[in-house]
C-alpha cells in the first residue's frame, strides 16, 4: 500500500464527523471488540444494550441500531495515496462496514469492518474516544459535526472557515441555500445546543468575517465551561493538592475530581444551602444543587444577632426536626395563583404544587427571579446569577412532573383573579422603589439603581456619575460601573456607615472594592436638592465623622450600646457634587396596595401576602415565609 497523505489532521476522524451519534456508538463498540482480539477477527456483535451504557435512549434503542447500522453500510472514508511505482496519486474509498447481520428476537446486529479499515483503526479511537461520545451525546446532527470539529482547535481556542466549505462538512447539500437560514438553522441552533449541553466541555461564540457586505467566512471562538476551569486547577496542582473554588466552579467540579484522582473534596457552608449536594454531584445531577449565595445572612449574621446558624436560601436548615424531609400530600387540592415570580413566589409554588395544589405563577416581566435577576447582573454577583439558574431549573423540573403553569409577560389584575376564580391567592409581587421628592428632581438626569443595572446603555454618555444611598445595592451599583465601565462614581450616605446591617465580611470585602476601584464614599451627607449638572448636599466634615472606608469598626445591632464609641460632632459644609448621571438606590418598601384591594373584593377565599410585598427585607425572609406556608395551606 502506498505512503497515507494526511490532510487536515486524519481523514477518518474527519469522515467520522459525518456520522450520526448513533453510527458513532456502533463503531466504537465494534472496534473496541475488534482491539480486544488484536484486530484478527472484524466480525462482532454489537447490542443495543451496549447501545445503551454509551447514552441511547432505552426505549428507541433496538430501533436505533438496526436503523444506524443500515446508514452506516452506506457510509465510507475517502482518502489520497501514492502509487509505489510511479508516484501517482489515487483517490480511494473504503467502506466503513463491509457486511451487516441480524440476530432475530436478540437485540443485537453483527458487524464486519472493512479490512482495508485496519490501519485507521488506531487512530478512530484515538480521535473518537468514549469521553468524546459521551460529549456529543443528544447532539443533533449538525451540532455533533460542529462540536467534534472544534475539537482539534481546543488549544488554539479559535478556528476560522470558509462558509463553504462549512456547508461542505454539515453536509448542507441543496437545503438552507440562503445564508440567514444557514445561519439560523445549521450555525445558531448548533451552537445554543452545544453550549446548553451539560456534556460538551465548551462554550462556543462565532464572528462573521465579511468581503463588502457578503459573509465569506466564520470565525469560532472557544471558551472554557466553568467545570473545565476546576479541572485544569486540578491538573496544574501538586500530586497531593489542596484547592480552594469557588462554588460557581465547585458544582461542576466535583462529580468529574472524584472519578479521577481525587481523594477528597471537602465542602463548608454549600451543604447548608443543599445538605444533599455530594449524593447531587456524584449522580451527574449538577443542575439540582441549592446553590449557597454567599449571602452569610443565616450562616454568619443570624448567629451573632443571638441565633443559630441557618441558610437564607434553604429554610429547613437549623429547623430539621420542626420541618420533615419530604412534603405531606395536601388534604385538600386547590387552585392557587402566585402573583410574582421572585424568590419567594417561586419557593412557594415549587413546594405547593409538589404537595399536589393546582399552581399558577404570574410575572408581569419576560423572565423569573424577581430583584436577584437584576442584582445578579454585575459580575462580583455569580453567587447570585447560580442561585437564578438553580430557580430557573426547578421551576422547568416541577412544570413536567407537577400541576404549575408559569405566565411571564403579564400584569395581574382583580379582573383577571375574579374570572379565574382560584381558590387561594398569594402576592409575592416585591418592593416599591423609594422615589423622595428632591427639589429640582424634575430637570435632573435622574434614574433608579435596578432601571440602570438592566440598560447599563443610559450611563453611556455620562462620566461623573452620583449615587444617592449608600445601602448594598448603591455600593454593589458603584463598584459595577467603576469597575465594569470605568466612570467617576461617587456615593452619598446620610448615616454614619455605609451597608448598615450587611454581614460584616461581605460590608467589609465590598468596602476593600470600592477603594481599590477609586469610588468615592461621602458618609454622614444628606441630599437638599437635585440639579441639571449635579447634587446640592449638606456633609459633616467634623473629624469625628468614621473613615468610610474603614472595615474593622463593629457594628452592632441597634439594641445593643457600644461604650466604646464616640460621639460624632457636626460640623456641616454645603457642597455640590458635579454629576452627568444620578442614581437613586435608597432601597425600596412593601406595597401592600393590590393585597388589601382584593381582600376588600372577597377574589379569593384563601388571600396571603409574602415576601417583599409583605415586609422589605432579605432572600432569607423572603423564602422562610414562602416556605412556612406552602408546607401548611
Same mark, same amino acid.
Given at each position: 500500500m502506498g505512503e497515507l497523505i494526511v490532510k487536515y489532521g486524519n481523514e477518518v476522524n474527519r469522515a467520522a464527523r459525518r456520522l450520526t451519534t448513533s453510527e458513532l456508538r456502533i463503531l466504537f463498540v465494534a472496534i473496541a471488540k475488534n482491539f480486544q482480539v488484536k484486530d484478527r477477527c472484524l466480525e462482532c456483535r454489537v447490542s443495543a444494550q451496549e447501545l445503551i451504557s454509551l447514552g441511547s435512549d432505552p426505549s428507541t434503542a433496538y430501533a436505533d441500531l438496526r436503523q444506524a447500522v443500515e446508514t452506516l453500510f452506506d457510509r465510507y472514508i475517502v482518502f489520497t495515496e501514492k502509487d509505489a511505482s510511479d508516484n501517482a496519486l489515487i483517490e480511494r474509498k473504503i467502506r466503513w462496514v463491509q457486511d451487516i447481520g441480524y440476530v432475530k428476537g436478540s437485540g443485537e446486529v453483527v458487524v464486519t469492518l472493512s479490512q482495508k479499515l485496519l490501519p485507521f483503526l488506531h487512530d478512530f479511537r484515538k480521535g473518537f474516544t468514549l469521553l468524546k461520545l459521551q460529549e456529543i451525546r443528544g447532539l443533533t446532527a449538525y451540532a455533533a459535526i460542529l462540536y467534534t470539529m472544534l475539537c482539534q482547535y481546543r488549544d488554539t481556542r479559535w478556528m476560522k472557515i470558509d462558509v463553504q466549505e462549512l456547508r461542505s462538512i454539515l453536509e448542507i447539500g441543496d437545503r438552507l441555500k440562503l445564508y440567514g437560514d444557514f445561519k439560523r438553522f445549521a450555525i445558531k441552533s448548533s451552537i445554543k445546543q452545544i453550549n446548553n449541553s451539560q456534556n460538551t466541555v465548551f462554550n462556543v461564540r462565532f464572528e462573521e468575517i465579511k468581503a463588502g457586505r457578503k459573509v465569506v467566512a466564520i470565525k469560532f471562538i472557544l471558551e472554557d465551561k466553568p467545570r473545565l476551569i476546576a479541572l485544569k486547577a486540578l491538573e496544574k496542582a501538586d500530586p497531593h493538592p489542596v484547592i480552594k473554588i469557588t462554588d460557581k466552579q465547585a458544582r461542576y467540579f466535583a462529580s468529574e475530581a472524584i472519578a479521577r484522582d481525587c481523594d477528597m473534596v471537602m465542602l463548608a457552608r454549600p451543604l447548608l444551602a443543599d445538605a444533599e449536594w455530594c449524593n447531587k454531584a456524584f449522580a451527574g445531577n449538577v443542575e439540582e444543587i441549592r446553590p449557597c449565595i454567599g449571602c452569610q445572612e443565616g450562616c454568619v449574621n443570624e448567629f451573632i444577632?443571638? !441565633?443559630?446558624?441557618?441558610?437564607?436560601?434553604?429554610?429547613? %436548615? !437549623?429547623?430539621?426536626?420542626?420541618?420533615?424531609?419530604?412534603? %405531606?400530600?395536601?388534604?385538600?387540592?386547590?387552585?392557587?395563583?402566585?402573583?410574582?415570580?421572585?424568590?419567594?413566589?417561586?419557593?412557594?409554588?415549587?413546594?405547593?404544587?409538589k404537595r399536589g395544589h393546582n399552581v399558577t405563577l404570574y410575572e408581569k416581566s419576560e423572565k423569573l427571579g424577581g430583584k436577584i435577576a437584576v442584582g445578579s447582573i454585575p459580575k462580583i454577583k455569580f453567587d447570585l446569577r447560580n442561585y437564578l439558574a438553580y430557580l430557573e431549573k426547578q421551576v422547568e423540573l416541577c412544570q413536567e412532573q407537577y400541576q404549575l403553569q408559569v405566565h411571564k409577560n403579564t400584569t395581574v389584575t382583580a379582573e383577571l383573579l375574579k374570572e379565574k376564580a382560584y381558590d387561594s391567592v398569594i402576592f409575592a409581587y416585591g418592593t416599591k422603589e423609594i422615589f423622595p421628592p428632591f427639589e429640582g428632581r424634575e430637570e435632573a438626569n435622574l434614574i433608579l439603581g435596578t432601571d440602570l443595572l438592566e440598560h447599563p446603555e443610559k450611563a453611556e454618555g455620562a462620566n461623573n456619575i452620583v449615587i444617592v444611598g449608600g445601602g448594598v445595592v448603591g455600593c454593589e451599583t458603584a463598584h459595577w460601573l467603576a469597575n465594569e465601565y470605568g466612570k467617576n462614581v461617587t456615593v452619598l450616605e446620610m448615616l454614619p456607615h455605609f451597608m448598615m446591617g450587611v454581614c460584616t465580611a461581605n460590608r467589609g470585602h465590598l468596602l476593600h472594592y470600592l477603594e481599590k476601584s477609586g469610588v468615592r464614599l461621602y458618609n454622614c451627607t444628606k441630599v437638599k436638592a437635585l440639579a441639571k449638572d449635579g447634587v446640592y448636599v449638606e456633609q459633616n466634615q467634623s473629624q469625628t465623622v468614621p473613615d468610610p472606608y474603614n472595615?474593622?469598626?463593629?457594628?452592632?445591632?441597634?439594641?445593643?450600646?457600644?461604650?466604646?464609641?464616640?460621639?460624632?460632632?457636626?460640623?456641616?459644609v454645603e457642597k455640590k457634587i458635579p454629576a452627568d448621571l444620578i442614581v437613586l438606590a435608597m432601597g425600596g418598601k412593601a406595597d401592600e396596595t393590590f393585597f388589601f384591594e382584593a381582600g376588600e373584593e372577597h377574589l379569593a377565599k384563601e388571600i396571603y401576602n409574602i415576601g417583599d410585598s409583605s415586609r422589605a427585607g432579605r432572600v432569607l425572609e423572603a423564602v422562610r415565609g414562602a416556605y412556612h406556608l406552602a408546607v401548611r395551606i
Open positions: 444577632l443571638g !441565633g443559630h446558624p441557618q441558610c437564607a436560601v434553604n429554610p429547613r %436548615t !437549623g429547623f430539621e426536626e420542626r420541618f420533615p424531609e419530604t412534603f %405531606t400530600p395536601a388534604e385538600k387540592k386547590k387552585n392557587i395563583a402566585v402573583v410574582g415570580g421572585g424568590p419567594a413566589g417561586i419557593t412557594f409554588a415549587l413546594i405547593a404544587a472595615t474593622w469598626q463593629p457594628l452592632l445591632p441597634p439594641n445593643i450600646p457600644n461604650p466604646m464609641e464616640k460621639a460624632i460632632k457636626e460640623e456641616i
